[in-house]
């Protein structure tokens, strides 16, 4: 909600307290404050001028030479290049010396020839963003009425010299999305009166229901419409300090009749929608539920096609509007509109939001009736804006109002008492400072011997229960007077549980390694929901989901990481490395509620490393994602327990993955994307992983051994065995590791070499290996002795003979 200052002050008196000062206190009030935007910042020079000529510029086709008044004693010549300046016209003019947005200085120059002493300015060019521009004055200078003074600030007409503040409002403060709201909340924080504004105005003999009749079929979706006929409309711009309000509060003005409805429903949270009475096309206002398939053309000229959940406003046959939505083209308020038909109602939020949503029309009517509007300001709205419209659109206003009403919404009444309330903040609070506090409210309370029945307006609807009162009682106290205190009992210190300190280690490392840590949706498709989980289990479906898209809790990480590399790479972004520690879901037959486990999931893609200087790349590959694990392993102390095995697996690549177990017991896997999958989702080669997470924490490790360092050379020795393509490497290095025994301290794979020099159903696997005894120094027929046991091993295991 985008709040002028300026504005403000009509309803409660702020002279004495600065846009910034108010700014703080409404925010240590609940109200977040996100900024205070000051309008004028940087511009200055900016005066109010008269063109008394303007002729072609001998030299430019595309240039006017105009002779301006600008409340000097002698005019000025002043080159401009907007189509529509002329003669008589009362402009924005940026003096020589002045300062527009972005530090721009007028000087004196000459363009094409001709002397320019200063600048015409459009609304663009005084720092107004172009979206918020009328469409008169969208592509050329601003033409103030012609009863503004020449010379004055032409900022202080264009209420440029005010501020904004931007309040961040919380769903349950929809009280605060009008001028009004806000100033009862400025009034109570002050202790100040709340002025409303005037609705007089003077009716003529006629009477509404001979214009008009009022039904309303779908009494729940509408429990109140209320219609009001004005005549003899003059459609012409709105008043400027009008338009400038609106587009303060980021609103593009239109017209008088346009703009009024507008202006309410800043002013007062209420939406309203002005038809034009003659294009109706019948005596009748008839509101219903749209029949399927029904079609409507609203005011943006996109044909919609309705269901059964849209509210429609009709003239008894066809819509003319989606009910606060938007209206319809075929009753719009058009230049030659003599006679508007006003209608001020009380929709159902929920219904809003559904035709809103469906039809991607997300308006300001719309999202104040989502969230819900005070039924108590319906018609006091609608005579307002009469009350505008008689007086800036030359109006005349038909008796009375035609309604449906079966509203029945009362203000809530809640009790709560003085001990109550100090025994939830912790305060020594009077009866008579809460009582205050809610007088300051505007709450109607009495009270009984501490003991407190507070009626809550209709526009506060958040307040329900007695601890919303005491919440009402603590923020307009203010938090900072709270006392801080300590726990009476002897407190201990907080420290995180040895699975939280593990979890934050392997965090640490992962972002050390270069990952990214991702927060993605426990939501996702039904389609998706089951893709690379590690465990079998029912997909469990939301009741009331928001979409398809987030319809069903995910049983695996990995398919949002991969949105995220798709979003990265669609952005050019080519290194991408992301990882999520996060929740998935496994329903279980026969239970409501499904198992909640924590998993580890990363997603690579592009290079891993890149050395321009030296004209290195190094692009990522199963190897590296394994070796970023079998790092983290090796943090976690799990490392010896770990080991690989070959696995086939849904959208992952048949040769190219590995499922992770640890004592012999599956906890995830790590592998390449299947190429038909990186095809789908229009990504390079891409490899993840997903491990249960839990497991891998828990697993019981022992106390760390410490070794000397060593004392007495080691000797190496390396093996290139030929065996059958099938033998994994992983299998061959565990037969070595155990045959060698206490002297044979490291095994590594450094070689694997299939080609024309061996049988094309043989590999040759190449091994260095290191022995090493901490007491003397190896004898070559130690060393000989242990290693002949491991060539037999190998031998009679996988029939593997030394590569000649």
């Known amino acids: 909600m985008l709040v002028s200052y300026n504005w403000l002050k009509d309803y409660v008196n702020i002279e004495d307290i600065s846009a910034e000062d108010l700014a703080e206190k409404i925010t240590r009030s609940g109200i977040e404050v996100e900024g205070v935007e000051v309008l004028n910042e940087g511009i200055n020079g900016v005066v109010i001028g008269h063109v008394l000529e303007r002729e072609q510029h001998p030299n430019a086709d595309k240039l006017n030479k105009c002779l301006v008044d600008v409340g000097e004693s002698e005019p000025v010549q002043i080159i401009c290049g907007a189509k529509n300046v002329d003669k008589g016209q009362k402009v924005a003019v940026a003096t020589v010396g002045a300062v527009l947005p972005g530090n721009f200085k007028i000087k004196r120059a000459k363009l094409r020839g001709e002397e320019s002493n200063g600048m015409i300015c459009s609304l663009q060019e005084l720092g107004i963003n172009s979206k918020l521009v009328a469409k008169d004055f969208a592509e ?58 005037s609705t007089e105005y003077a009716a003529n003999n006629e009477v509404a229901e001979d214009y008009i009749s009022v039904k309303v079929e779908a009494e729940e979706d509408n429990p109140l419409y209320v219609a009001k006929v004005v005549k003899n409309i003059k459609i012409a711009p709105s008043p400027l300090w009008m338009q400038a309000r609106l587009m303060a509060a980021g609103i593009r003005p239109h017209n008088n009749v346009v703009d009024i409805t507008n202006y309410i429903l800043l002013e007062y949270g209420q939406p309203l929608h002005a038809f034009d009475y003659d294009r109706l096309g019948s005596k009748e206002i008839l509101v219903r539920r749209a029949q399927k398939g029904e079609k409507i053309t609203t005011l943006d000229d996109t044909e919609r ?56 029309l997300r308006s300001e009517a719309s999202a104040r009736y989502e969230k819900g509007i005070d039924p108590a300001r319906t018609r006091e ?17 038909v008796s009375g109002s035609v309604e449906a009403n079966t509203l029945t919404i009362e203000p809530a009444i809640v009790t709560t008492t003085v001990e109550k309330i100090n025994s939830v903040l912790g305060t020594s609070i009077t009866s008579e400072e809460v009582k205050d506090i809610f007088t300051r409210l505007q709450f109607g309370v009495a009270e009984d011997n501490g003991s407190f029945t507070v009626t809550v307006p209709t526009r506060r609807g958040d307040i329900t229960i007695e601890e919303d009162l ?36 392997v965090r640490r490392y992962l972002e050390g390694a270069g990952l990214i840590q991702n927060i993605t949706y426990s939501l996702t498709s039904e389609e998706r929901a089951k893709q690379f989980a590690l465990e079998d289990g029912e997909a469990i479906r939301l009741a009331m989901p928001m979409s398809e898209e987030r319809s069903t809790l995910r049983l695996s990480l990995v398919p949002h990481l991969l949105d995220a590399l798709q979003h990265n790479i669609a952005r050019s972004l080519q290194a991408n490395a992301v990882y999520e520690i996060g929740s998935v879901f496994i329903g279980k037959e026969n239970t409501t509620l499904p198992e909640e486990k924590e ?24 190897f590296v994602v394994k070796g970023i694990l079998e790092g983290m392993f090796r943090i976690l102390g799990v490392e010896e327990s770990i080991s690989y095995a070959r696995l086939e697996k849904d959208g992952l690549h048949p040769g190219r993955t590995a499922e992770v177990l640890l004592n ?28 249960d997470l839990v497991s891998l924490l828990t697993e019981n490790v022992g106390e760390i051994q410490y070794e000397a360092i060593p004392r007495f050379p080691s000797i190496s020795r390396d093996i290139a065995l030929v065996v059958d393509r099938n033998v994994p490497a992983g299998e061959l290095q565990e037969i070595i590791k155990s045959t060698g025994g206490s002297l044979l301290k490291e095994v590594q794979v450094f070689d694997v070499y299939e080609g024309d020099k061996i049988d094309t159903s043989k590999k040759s696997v190449a091994f260095a290996l290191r022995y090493y005894h901490p007491e003397h120094t190896l004898t070559d027929e130690e060393v000989t002795k242990v290693h002949n046991k491991v060539l037999q091993a190998v031998e009679e295991k996988f029939a593997a003979v030394l590569r000649s």
Request: hydrophobic letters at 40%; proline letters at 5%.
């Open 599 to 622: 998993r580890l999931a990363g997603a690579l893609t592009g290079l891993w490393e890149q050395h321009p200087w030296q004209g290195e790349k190094k692009a990522v590959d199963f």
């Open 470 to 505: 005491v919440e009402e009682v603590a923020r307009l106290y203010g938090y900072d007077n709270i006392p801080t205190t300590l726990p009476v009992s002897a407190a201990t210190p907080g420290v995180l549980t040895p699975y939280q300190a593990m979890r934050r280690k």
């Open 664 to 691: 012999g017991k599956s906890i995830g896997f790590v592998g390449q994307l299947h190429p038909e999958i990186l095809n789908e989702i229009d990504l390079p080669e891409t490899y993840v992983f997903e491990l």
């Open 305 to 360: 096609t309705l269901t059964e959940d849209h509210l429609v406003i009709t003239n008894g046959i066809e819509p003319i509007a989606l009910a606060g939505v938007m209206g319809g083209a075929n009753s719009e308020v058009q230049s030659d509109t003599t006679t508007v038909l006003l209608e001020s109602a009380y929709f159902n939020g929920v219904t809003i939001r559904k035709a809103s949503k469906d039809h991607g």
């Open 140 to 197: 050329g200078i601003f033409v103030f009425p012609s009863d503004v003074e020449v010379g004055a600030d032409a900022l202080e007409y264009l209420n440029r010299t005010d501020k904004v503040l931007e309040l961040g409002l919380t769903p349950n403060r929809s009280d605060a999305l009008s001028m009004l709201g806000v100033a009862y909340e400025v009034g109570a924080i002050l202790g100040r009166e709340v002025k409303w504004p």
């Open 381 to 397: 709205a609608a005579e307002r804006a009469i009350s505008l419209m008689e007086q800036y659109a030359g109006g005349e206003v």
